[in-house]
């Protein structure tokens, strides 16, 4: 089995069930725009992978990320190790915060060399998620 930072946000799911849809057109249109926020990008040499499934990155990733190679890695390790122990702790404490934006742990382990691709992935979500779900993961607000 796998090693690897597997990452699921269904958050697609909430507001799927929020409503009611007025015709299947736009359904469809929506099932299609989900499938395509769907991202998996593997290291298969070190036997990590990262997926996220999200309504919109895709869009936000392609239009406002810096390209690849605008940071270094040891950039995106240490602000993803930062952020990420705040958002475990946040999954942690579902009575103070909102267990829809927080649903599960991100397993990622300083120590652990998960290569350029997928810390750059990892890194631009947890933007996308501060800037979209308008939380901030630390003392400072997230800035691309």
Do not use: H
Not at 98 to 126: A, T, W
């Amino acid at each position: 089995m796998k090693n690897g930072v597997v990452i699921f946000f269904l958050c697609y799911i909430i507001y799927a069930c929020s409503g009611n849809k007025p015709n299947s057109i736009s359904t469809e249109n929506e099932i299609a725009s989900t499938a395509s926020d769907t991202v998996r990008i593997a290291n298969d040499e070190l036997e990590y992978e990262i997926i996220i499934i999200e309504p919109g990155f895709n869009f936000w990733l392609a239009s406002r990320a810096m390209p690849r190679n605008y940071y270094s890695q040891s950039y995106l390790e240490a602000r993803n190790q930062f952020w990420v122990t705040e958002y475990n702790n946040r999954v942690l404490q579902p009575m103070r915060f909102d267990q829809n934006l927080y649903q599960m742990q991100i397993d990622y382990r300083s120590g652990i060399d998960y290569g350029y691709e997928v810390n750059y992935m990892l890194f631009n979500y947890l933007v996308y998620f501060q800037q979209t779900y308008k939380q901030q993961l630390g003392g400072f607000a997230a800035r691309i």
